[in-house]
């Protein structure tokens, strides 16, 4: 099975398509950075625009490169949802219409099983049953996954996502949109001992998580430091340091909870490094391990969701004409394969 898989949720454009014999034959990518930095955030109305002006280049790009003909496609998926709705109808209009341009069956894949699945990309997959750690700029989860649309809603943050608090962050310090990466490149060359910032909710029970006061106590640090733009380095390293501190301590929380041994880490903030070497550090010492995709697969892309539509067109699902996204969808309400 041969499967074009188109991204569209957010502010990236990313085509790509899976072969379930060959792999990952081709990926595109179109990031929209550029043309939202000015305003400091995704601009919902020209992601949506921008997204119908790439798309067609792209496919045949990815066509192109992975010498594949229109007849030699078994389906297309896009990203039905969760995302912003406008955007996401771009995606689902086109793949949609171009499935049925080909006669090709379509399906409607859910954006945060493409994360989830993404490390199943790699060439030592996990084996299924898993903890999975989902971090991007909408979610923070913790799942127990016992395989394709199995999922178990372990824990989740109850105010901002894990990548949302990074983006905040790095506002409240002049960094520019996409915060994560810059509050990460500045952190590299500070000291994460500098500030003690809070690592919520961990004096409580449970695998929820929580976000906004550590936000707030950054802003304090801000405003409280004299020298503060000298401190920069120190503030987004303290800061980085309290969230992986968090997420790692929850995880280790949640696999002792569930007595599973691999941990998956998946979503735009496991492309941090430190996030990525600390998990995998604590997990070998605990005799577990941990998986994430590769650094291109860990924000969003096309090939997570060709992967992952692969996966659900194999099974026999496909969606008729009506074409349906959603801007919110618990992932738990998926169908197992
Ligand atoms: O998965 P993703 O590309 O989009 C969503 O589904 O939300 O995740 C984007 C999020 C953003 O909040 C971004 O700041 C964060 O992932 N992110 C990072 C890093 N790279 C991206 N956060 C921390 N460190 C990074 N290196
Ligand atoms: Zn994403």
Redesign the pocket.
């Known amino acids: 099975m041969r499967v074009l898989g188109i991204e569209t949720?957010?502010d990236?454009t990313g085509v790509a398509i899976y072969d379930t014999e060959h792999g990952l034959l081709a990926h595109r990518l179109h990031s929209q950075i550029a043309m939202h930095i000015d305003y400091g955030g995704v601009v919902p109305e020209l992601a949506s625009r921008d997204h119908i002006r790439r798309m067609v280049p792209l496919v045949r790009e990815v066509m192109a490169e992975a010498n594949t003909a229109a007849d030699q496609l078994t389906g297309i998926a896009y990203t039905a949802g969760p995302g912003l709705a406008g955007a996401l109808l771009t995606g689902a209009m086109f793949a949609r219409s171009l499935a049925y341009a080909w006669s090709l069956p379509a399906v409607g894949v859910h954006?945060m099983e493409g994360?989830l699945l993404a490390p199943l990309l790699e060439p030592k997959p996990p084996a299924f049953p898993f903890v999975a750690l989902l971090v991007?700029?909408?979610?923070t989860q913790l799942m127990r996954v016992d395989g394709i649309g199995r999922y178990e809603l372990l824990g989740e943050s109850i105010d901002d996502a894990a990548?949302?608090a990074?983006?905040k962050v790095a506002k409240m310090l002049g960094l520019d949109y996409?915060?994560?990466?810059q509050?990460?490149k500045w952190a590299q060359q500070g000291d994460a001992k500098a500030f003690k910032f809070p690592r919520p909710m961990l004096d409580r029970p449970g695998l929820d998580f929580s976000f906004s006061g550590l936000k707030t106590a950054v802003l304090t640090a801000r405003d409280q430091t004299p020298d503060y733009p000298n401190r920069l380095a120190d503030i987004c390293a303290s800061f980085e340091d309290a969230v992986v501190d968090t997420l790692l301590r929850k995880c280790l929380r949640a696999l002792q909870q569930t007595g599973l041994k691999r941990l998956v880490l998946a979503?735009?903030?496991s492309?941090?490094?430190r996030l990525r070497q600390v998990l995998a550090e604590r997990l070998q010492a605990i005799g577990g391990e941990a998986y994430y995709p590769a650094p291109a697969f860990?924000?969003?892309n096309g090939a997570m969701i060709a992967f992952a539509g692969a996966q659900r067109l194999v099974a026999g699902e496909s969606v008729d004409l009506v074409v349906t996204v959603r801007a919110r969808w618990p992932m738990t309400e998926l169908a197992a394969v």
């Open positions: 949720s957010c990236e954006h994360h991007s700029g909408g979610h990548g949302e990074f983006d996409p915060g994560g990466p509050v990460a979503g735009g903030v492309a941090n490094k860990c924000t969003d």
